[in-house]
């Protein structure tokens, strides 16, 4: 089995057979984790830059350990100790590093489209690791890889994604990969913070009531109030948020149901939510972290097994 694209630039492009694939090759990668010894020949010999022009914590490093565990060959690059401080282009940069004989580019960008454009001038596969407020296509997969573990399947399923919908990509990431795959969507925030088209571009449904979402959903994941991504305040203050948006221990507790919490990190604690949910038992935030090293070897398998010598 292929994918039927030589890149992963973001959860649209792909058929609901490519996500099954991703999905269920990282099933396989899971079990090999488990093993005493967790690294596998796959990737020898192939040769991987990791591109981070924005900061990242989970991410980057969860992008190296599956690179390492398929023994591919890793190149680190951070624009902080680059010469993009001296004025280089990411094209230049790219170009540079690739006439070093690279073969995978694994990029996270703050400009949206980012690694679009990179495809379009360079022969190398890309894996989009996040392009400003486009998509987080692999934050979508380990997020879909964990609600199937967690509840058996996609499909039928009720998932309620909170907050700042307007400025996340892994909010459209996750409605794409959702949608494509049967569960139902609802999006839940303040009006301002979420994109009037959304209802007719995808059919997911729309709440401002924080409580109606979480009465209706099987799972919800929660985001982060991105305020690095906003040029207005968009709501009165974070404590108003929180009153209006923040999950608490009491809000889950006077619910008629047990829901799952799921959040792509990081958590703003005491914002969307409290401490007490994030470590309580409905969590599944860290398995999230643990299933992304396995997503991202099932992706970055699939993708070298495409590369033109
Ligand atoms: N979830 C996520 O993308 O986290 P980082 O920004 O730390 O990579």
Redesign the pocket.
């Known amino acids: 089995m292929k994918l039927s694209t030589p890149h992963l630039l973001g959860i649209k492009d792909l058929l609901p057979q490519d996500i099954r694939l991703i999905i269920d090759t990282a099933k396989q990668f899971k079990e090999v984790l488990q093993r005493p010894i967790k690294k596998v020949p796959s990737l020898r010999d192939v040769t991987i830059v990791n591109l981070f022009f924005?900061?990242?914590?989970?991410?980057?490093?969860?992008f190296e350990l599956a690179e390492r565990r398929l023994s591919a060959d890793v190149l680190n690059f951070t624009t902080s100790a680059s010469s993009v401080s001296k004025g280089e282009t990411m094209l230049d940069t790219v170009n540079n590093i690739l006439s070093m004989k690279v073969d995978m580019v694994v990029l996270?960008h703050s400009a949206s489209g980012a690694p679009h454009f990179l495809a379009k001038h360079i022969s190398s596969a890309i894996v989009n690791?996040?392009d400003g407020t486009n998509e987080?296509p692999t934050?979508a997969l380990l997020d879909a890889y964990s609600i199937e573990e967690a509840t058996g399947s996609l499909q039928g399923k009720k998932i309620a994604i909170v907050g700042d919908i307007m400025h996340s990509r892994?909010a459209l990431s996750n409605i794409h990969l959702l949608t494509k795959m049967g569960a139902e969507v609802t999006v839940a925030g303040p009006p301002t913070l979420i994109p009037k088209y959304l209802t007719e571009a995808f059919g997911v449904n729309v709440t401002y009531n924080l409580k109606e979402a979480l009465q209706w959903c099987d799972v919800a994941n929660v985001l982060r109030i991105q305020l690095e991504r906003q040029n207005q305040p968009l709501f009165s203050s974070l404590r108003e948020y929180n009153i209006a948006y923040g999950i608490s221990r009491k809000l889950l507790d006077s619910l008629q149901k047990k829901i799952i919490i799921m959040h792509?990190?990081?958590i703003n604690r005491g914002v969307e939510l409290d401490s007490d949910v994030a470590n309580g038992n409905e969590s599944i935030i860290l398995q999230q972290v643990e299933n992304g090293v396995a997503v991202r070897m099932a992706v970055l398998y699939l993708l070298a097994g495409q590369l033109v010598n």
């Open positions: 924005e900061n990242s914590t989970r991410t980057r490093i969860s996270r690791a996040g987080h934050q892994v792509p990190g990081p």
